[in-house]
């Protein structure tokens, strides 16, 4: 579903990613490991057209998408959840949610989904006047994940949904993106809680200084000696 090859990504002179190559299969779960500045975030940017590579290509389902402008990426059915959530903050959680349907043109649709995701997210549904600014860390992941889901993405591009969030919403979070996953939405997932982004993974990749060292079905990398001293604080 997803092929990326020789990405090389820079930030001025620095480079971010130094020719890393991986892919995605339909209905997988893949998650995207490493430290801090390791290069992750950056991938996920890049796929979704926020960065440009200097080199490599991206192809989506057969289609080459490295030079697309984001919005057609968005339109393909790629949506980027990104890091810190990013939410509307003067906005309700209604209006941020239509904001995330703009490349739906059924209103019909639009409300239908709305509804789903209030289903999906009772405090959502509780909080739908609200503004978005004023919704607790937890509330407001649940929105922006509402948000991206809202376009009926094919592949979903998660950028550290758990990041600061209390054990019991992480482990709501991680719930959440298994269904999502079993509904038939692909995920590739960007998570520093490694622990969590192993177990509901089919396969995964460890980025560090920008290159990918380790790959394997996530399962394994759970037993492996060198993630488990290096990620999983053992």
Not at 23 to 30: A, D, P
């Amino acid at each position: 579903m997803l092929k990326v090859e020789n990405l090389n990504v820079y930030y001025g002179v620095i480079q971010a990613l130094k020719g890393i190559s991986f892919y995605l299969n339909q209905g997988e779960v893949v998650a995207l490991i490493g430290a801090n500045g390791a290069g992750k975030s950056t991938t996920l940017k890049t796929i979704s057209g926020i960065m440009r590579p200097r080199e490599g290509s991206i192809a989506f389902n057969g289609e080459e998408i490295t030079s697309k402008p984001a919005q057609d990426i968005v339109k393909l059915g790629i949506v980027h959840v990104p890091e810190g959530r990013r939410i509307f903050a003067r906005m309700t959680v209604l209006e941020n949610l239509y904001m995330g349907a703009f490349t739906i043109n059924d209103k019909a649709q639009i409300n239908q989904d709305i509804q789903e995701m209030f289903e999906r997210f009772p405090r959502l549904a509780e909080r739908k006047n609200q503004l978005g600014g004023t919704l607790s860390g937890g509330e407001q992941q649940m929105l922006t994940i509402a948000r991206g889901l809202m376009s009926h993405p094919k592949l979903l591009l998660l950028d550290e949904p758990s990041m600061g969030l209390a054990p019991l919403l992480v482990d709501q979070i991680f719930e959440i993106i298994q269904t999502i996953n079993e509904q038939g939405t692909s995920i590739l997932l960007v998570e520093q809680n490694a622990q969590m982004a192993l177990a509901v993974s089919n396969r995964a990749y460890v980025i560090e200084t920008g290159t990918i060292t380790i790959e394997g079905d996530g399962d394994d990398l759970l037993k492996n000696d060198s993630i488990v001293r290096a990620y999983l604080g053992a």
